[in-house]
């Protein structure tokens, strides 16, 4: 009867304990979830398993944000529950998380508030700003950011374009360091010589560009080259410049301009005398050729597709180690003047080895290398001027970086922000949205089999079976 009444008390004890462990770990679940339910927690307390990351935001825009000294507000013109575009929503709570707060998510229904637009964001009513549209603010600075501005197109299928990536973090942290910039420097593309348009194949570099406070614009030589003109780039001008368009450019450049020359195979005896006339005065020209590297750790499957050794540089030193190289398909020699005047400064960029070879596209004669495949120089003066000439305009092109990475694109920012002494560039690569399989080694296909069909089943039934037993003793 007593050794009852011990199990009886010894029961009742565990039984008690067991209670209220038992009511301590759901109390514990129910504060833990409570804690997550509330959305400071929950945003900051997450996990991104998508593929490209494309709810996270990348390196150089935390970098930008936790620098800034400003407020802005992401101002969306339209109720909060009329917005379900949750990409874009997940990404602004990131803004706000990583700026500390600086960057705030806004909704106005503009039907309930009509002047809103005009009261405070386009006055004059000349930037498009409707209904439906996102607007970045800071101060009396502001910068709609367009759907075209977050989705990458492919127009290679069907003749109709498909969504290919997401754009998303490039837009925004391009329309950020814009409106909290003090100045906003302007850099024209040159059409009108059979240019590689902004549209056409440069639409992921000019992004890049407008990323790091650039505003891009056209450019036609039959008019006046805009004061405003920051730096004027020309991507593969299949056409020689007019004299009328040389003058113009010259005086730009006189003046202080500042010009980038991306100059591809000319692919006829053509020669772009105008051109090389403007680059002359900076101790630079290029060579109507076409060049091979013959060293294979210097070029890419095939012998056209070079890797430049990159050379110490005002360019090349502000970029990160993992920057230098770039593959150059399809090139063409820049030649630098050994004879420049003391006030011109040319220094090369990049070259091939002494295994490459040339041939001239006038002569047919071949030529053995090194070669120079790009260069930059400055003309020290009053008025400091500054230019750079690549032998190579596709390896800044959609289609080429898709395969071959956004160094190029790099280098160019590089070069622009040289050029305008500045020191700080974003570059936010575009995030696919193509759906990659899950591809496993038949041994993590065995071992994965093992764990879900043996090893997990026996540890829950032995789990089962110690507690039974254990009760039982009881």
């Given at each position: 009867?007593?050794e009852m009444?011990?199990?009886n008390?010894?029961?009742?004890k565990?039984?008690?304990y067991?209670?209220?462990?038992t009511a301590?770990?759901?109390?514990?679940?129910?504060?833990?979830?409570a804690?997550l339910?509330l959305?400071?927690?929950?945003?900051r307390v997450?996990?991104?398993?998508?593929?490209?990351k494309?709810?996270?935001?990348?390196?150089?825009s935390?970098?930008?944000?936790k620098s800034?000294?400003?407020?802005v507000?992401?101002?969306?013109?339209?109720?909060e529950?009329n917005?379900?575009v949750?990409?874009?929503l997940?990404v602004l709570?990131?803004?706000?998380?990583?700026?500390?707060?600086?960057?705030?998510?806004?909704?106005?229904?503009?039907e309930?508030?009509?002047?809103?637009?005009?009261?405070?964001?386009?006055?004059?009513?000349?930037?498009?700003?409707?209904?439906?549209?996102?607007?970045?603010?800071?101060?009396?600075?502001?910068?709609?950011?367009?759907?075209?501005e977050m989705?990458?197109y492919?127009y290679s299928t069907?003749?109709?374009?498909?969504?290919?990536g997401?754009?998303?973090?490039?837009?925004?942290?391009?329309a950020?360091?814009s409106?909290t910039?003090?100045?906003?420097p302007?850099?024209?593309?040159v059409?009108?010589?059979?240019?590689?348009?902004k549209?056409?194949?440069?639409?992921?570099l000019t992004?890049s560009?407008?990323?790091?406070?650039?505003e891009?614009?056209?450019?036609?030589?039959?008019?006046?080259?805009p004061q405003?003109?920051?730096a004027i780039i020309f991507a593969?001008p299949?056409?020689?410049?007019?004299?009328?368009?040389?003058?113009?450019l010259?005086a730009?450049?006189?003046k202080?301009?500042d010009?980038?020359?991306?100059m591809?195979?000319?692919g006829?005896?053509t020669?772009l005398?105008?051109?090389?006339?403007?680059?002359?005065?900076?101790a630079l020209?290029?060579?109507?050729?076409y060049?091979?590297?013959?060293?294979?750790?210097?070029?890419?499957?095939?012998?056209?597709?070079?890797?430049?050794?990159?050379?110490?540089?005002?360019?090349?030193?502000?970029l990160d180690?993992?920057?230098l190289?770039?593959?150059?398909p399809?090139?063409?020699s820049?030649?630098?003047?050994?004879n420049?005047?003391?006030y011109?400064?040319?220094?090369?960029l990049?070259?091939?080895?002494d295994k490459s070879?040339?041939?001239?596209?006038?002569?047919?004669?071949?030529?053995?290398?090194?070669f120079?495949l790009g260069?930059?120089?400055?003309?020290?003066?009053?008025k400091?001027?500054?230019?750079a000439?690549?032998g190579?305009?596709?390896?800044?092109?959609?289609d080429?970086?898709k395969s071959?990475?956004?160094?190029g694109?790099?280098y160019?920012i590089?070069?622009l922000?040289w050029?305008?002494?500045?020191t700080?560039?974003?570059?936010?690569?575009?995030k696919s949205?193509?759906q990659?399989?899950?591809?496993?080694?038949?041994?993590?296909?065995f071992?994965?089999f093992?764990?879900l069909?043996?090893?997990?089943?026996?540890?829950?039934?032995?789990?089962g079976?110690?507690?039974f037993?254990?009760?039982?003793h009881?």
């Open positions: 009867m007593i009444k011990k199990m008390d010894r029961s009742l565990f039984g008690s067991a209670f209220v462990l301590v770990v759901v109390a514990i679940i129910v504060l833990f979830n804690v339910g959305d400071s927690v929950r945003n997450r996990f991104d398993i998508t593929k490209n494309l709810y996270s935001l990348s390196q150089p935390i970098t930008m944000l800034l000294n400003k407020d507000d992401v101002i969306v013109l339209t109720e529950k917005f379900s949750k990409e874009i997940e709570k990131q803004y706000n998380i990583k700026s500390n707060g600086k960057v705030k998510l806004k909704f106005v229904d503009v309930k508030d009509p002047t809103f637009i005009k009261r405070e964001l386009d006055p004059e009513q000349t930037k498009g700003i409707q209904e439906g549209s996102i607007v970045v603010k800071s101060g009396n600075k502001s910068k709609v950011v367009t759907q075209d989705v990458e492919d069907s003749g109709y374009p498909q969504a290919s997401v754009k998303i973090e490039q837009a925004f942290s391009s950020i360091k409106v910039s003090e100045s906003t302007v850099i024209y593309f059409k009108g010589h059979g240019e590689i348009t549209e056409e194949q440069l639409s992921d992004a560009i407008a990323s790091n406070n650039y891009i614009k056209d450019l036609s030589l039959s008019g006046d080259i405003d003109a920051s593969a299949k056409t020689d410049l007019l004299p009328k368009e040389r003058e113009k010259q730009y450049l006189d202080g301009g010009a980038i020359f991306l591809d195979v000319q006829d005896t020669e005398t105008n051109f090389n006339l403007v680059m002359q005065r900076y020209g290029v060579n109507n050729d060049v091979l590297e013959g060293d294979q750790n210097w070029y890419y499957n095939d012998f056209n597709i070079i890797i430049p050794h990159p050379t110490e540089s005002d360019v090349t030193k502000s180690p993992n920057s190289f770039v593959y150059l399809n090139c063409r820049v030649v630098i003047n050994q420049a005047k003391d011109v400064k040319p220094t090369a990049f070259m091939t080895s070879q040339s041939r001239s596209l006038v002569t047919n004669k071949d030529s053995n290398g090194p120079l260069a930059i120089s400055e003309i020290e003066s009053s400091p001027s500054k230019i000439v690549i190579n305009a596709q390896f800044v092109t959609n080429w970086m071959a990475g956004n160094n694109t790099r160019v590089s070069i922000n050029m305008q002494d500045k700080d560039s974003v570059i936010v690569p575009s949205l193509a990659q399989p899950l591809n496993l080694s038949e041994q993590s296909k071992i994965a093992i764990m069909a043996f090893v997990l089943p026996l540890a829950v039934i032995g789990l079976v110690f507690v037993v254990r009760r039982k009881l």
